[in-house]
């Protein structure tokens, strides 16, 4: 397949018929994609053959990192014994049973139930209609409103997009769908330190928009709380440690759901099997999606805990919504094959005890570079904040977007780092090991001084 066509014949058909996501299409049919063609570890190759460091785990998924030969193994091994069969109509395949087992297993002791879906804004859907059933059969049909953050990522269908906070794709396509609002984020650089607040002081001031709001509205009104525990697609936004415990003692306080999507923290990225444990939190819905096949093939879901469980299945009655590939065989297989992988492997430790905490000295080693204003991590998951003037904390002009000029040199380097705004983003595969963080910090710090070089030439620091 691979080799084929050359990579322009690979790019006149790509800008002939498919259009990507997220993408200016006439921008990227003019420069043409970059063909990837094959990859193992933590390295892609493209059509061109030349070698990337893959920093963000393909789109912070590829947990166990490319090449495993047990996930593909049990993929086609499932492939051939049973395809397909769906769970609608009072049947169930063994696959979908023992992974739905082991979830109850690897996460919080109030999670014995899972809802499977194809991708994690589709879990955040079944959140939606979940969270607004759970009142009804409490006969609080009112308890409607679900509160959400600015510049948060839920996902991209109309429910995701709408519990996400993107200003940009809510201007697209009449979002936020109704009953949903938005908090500002717990980001301390914007909201924190130019009040003079300290980073623990602002979590609490943070946490507490949440209970105005929901004073604001009434908190018979208010049904859940959603929340990523680290916001990834928002840029890698690490809230202070006291942010989260005081969110829970507000959503206590007045009954509200709290829902933590896991899609990016859950399986491990934060150095513990799910972003709540690190963080300190108690969710009663937790999303998931990337980690849990590691990207191999789609799969997400919601994990359902006791409260919710109980109401839905005590109560009785329908629970009107599921997906064609709701605990689909092959994705359930492959999951299956993926944690057991984790477990024998013992990644979560590699990732607490190793290879985060070997992660945060390198990154705290970059805060002595000239454009570095601040180098955070949390497990596996690291940001650069590049600043005009550290010192004073002045940003670039938007103009000079020095996020993109440090991707364009990461892209040609050979690293795949991912810019948002004036955050460079990272989330390796978790088997990633010390000798190649040593490998990725040299081509990160390469390319700062290659975008501290442009800066230099083009005036942007004056
Ligand atoms: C990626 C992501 C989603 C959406 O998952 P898809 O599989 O792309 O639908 C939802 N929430 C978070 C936190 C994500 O990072």
């Known amino acids: 397949m691979t080799n084929t066509r050359t990579t322009e014949q690979w790019q006149a058909a790509d800008a002939a018929h498919f259009l990507h996501p997220f993408t200016d299409f006439k921008a990227l049919a003019g420069k043409g994609s970059r063909i990837i063609t094959s990859a193992d570890n933590i390295y892609l190759w493209d059509s061109e053959g030349r070698k990337v460091l893959d920093a963000m785990s393909g789109l912070w998924c590829v947990n166990v990192g490319y090449g495993q030969r047990a996930l593909v193994d049990a993929a086609a091994r499932q492939m051939q014994e049973l395809p397909f069969y769906n769970a609608f109509f009072q049947t169930a395949t063994p696959p979908a049973i023992e992974l739905a087992e082991l979830l109850a297993e690897v996460t919080p002791p109030q999670f014995q139930h899972v809802f499977f879906s194809g991708s994690g804004s589709e879990g955040n859907d079944t959140v939606v ?37 993107m200003a940009g794709m809510h201007a697209q396509g009449g979002l936020p769908i109704p009953g949903i609002v938005h908090i500002e984020q717990p980001y301390w650089w914007q909201h924190g330190r130019p009040h003079g607040l300290t980073r623990d002081e602002f979590g ?78 108690r969710p009663d819905l937790m999303t998931f999606a990337k980690g849990v096949t590691s990207g191999y093939v789609p799969l997400g879901g919601v994990m359902v805990g006791d409260r919710v469980a109980r109401a839905l299945i005590d109560q009785g009655g329908e629970f009107n919504h599921g997906y064609t590939y709701s605990g689909h065989p092959v994705a359930c297989a492959v999951a299956l094959a993926n944690i057991r992988l984790m477990q024998q492997l013992d990644l979560v430790a590699h990732v607490h005890d190793d290879v985060g905490p070997y992660l945060a000295q390198a990154y705290a080693t970059l805060r002595e570079h000239p454009l570095v204003g601040d180098a955070e991590t949390c497990g596996l998951m690291g940001a650069l904040l590049l600043l005009k003037d550290k010192a004073k904390g002045t940003p670039f002009p938007e103009a000079v977007d020095i996020g993109m000029v440090c991707r364009g040199h990461c892209f040609r380097e050979g690293v795949i780092m991912r810019a948002v705004g004036e955050r460079m983003i990272i989330a390796p595969p978790l088997v990633i090991t010390r000798s190649q963080i040593d490998e990725m910090l040299a081509l990160i710090r390469r390319c700062l001084d290659l975008t501290l070089a442009d800066a230099q030439r083009h005036g942007w620091l004056a």
């Open 204 to 281: 609490l001031v943070a946490a507490r928009w949440l209970e105005d709001k929901i004073l604001e509205l009434g908190a018979e009104q208010v049904a859940a709380f959603i929340g990523e525990p680290v916001q990834g697609a928002g840029g890698v936004i690490i809230p202070p440690a006291t942010y989260w415990p005081e969110i829970q003692r507000i959503c206590d306080k007045y009954g509200v759901l709290v829902v933590s999507d896991e899609v990016i923290c859950g399986f491990g990225r934060t150095g513990r099997w799910f972003g709540c444990e690190t963080f300190g939190f």
């Open 129 to 165: 209609r979940m969270v607004r059933r759970y009142w009804d059969l409490l006969g609080q049909p009112q308890r409607q409103v679900i509160i959400s953050r600015h510049n948060a990522y839920h996902g991209s269908t109309m429910a995701g997009a709408s519990l996400g906070g």
